[in-house]
């Protein structure tokens, strides 16, 4: 399946990646590299992460650190985690202590109904 990247939004101001089992460390990389493409010139972006159709990691998953590292993007206001399984919650935990700017403004929600009420709340401040 892979890891679908779109604008959740018509201003093209909130952009969705969407994991789907199985993905692989090259399905991470090339997602990373497409959202960093469609929204490097948007100021305060907000990024979703669904989890609600993978359970799985890719092989070598931390071999990738470097990597995401390198294609962080400044330009984040907040990035939401849906539905993210336990283990991203330690790999969360882990980071912030290995790799802390990959873990700024991390907010992570149950299901989608959280996610769209947050975004709602976000987008009236």
């Known amino acids: 399946m892979g890891i679908d990247v779109t604008w959740h939004d018509d201003r093209n101001h909130i952009i969705r990646y969407r994991l789907q089992d ?10 990373i590299r497409a959202g960093y493409e469609m929204s490097a010139d948007r100021p305060a972006l907000i990024i979703l992460y669904d989890f609600q159709d993978t359970r799985n990691l890719p092989p070598a998953f931390f071999s990738a650190l470097g990597t995401m590292r390198k294609m ?8 939401i985690a849906i539905a993210a399984p336990a283990y991203i919650h330690t ?3 882990m980071f912030t202590r290995l790799a802390p700017d990959l873990t ?4 992570f929600v ?3 109904a959280a996610a769209l009420a947050l975004l709602a709340t976000l987008q009236a401040d």
């Open 22 to 31: 199985p993905w692989t460390l090259d399905d991470l990389i090339a997602a």
């Open 72 to 79: 962080m993007q400044d330009n984040v206001q907040v990035r």
């Open 91 to 93: 790999i969360y935990n």
């Open 104 to 107: 700024d403004a991390f907010v």
């Open 110 to 112: 149950d299901d989608e």
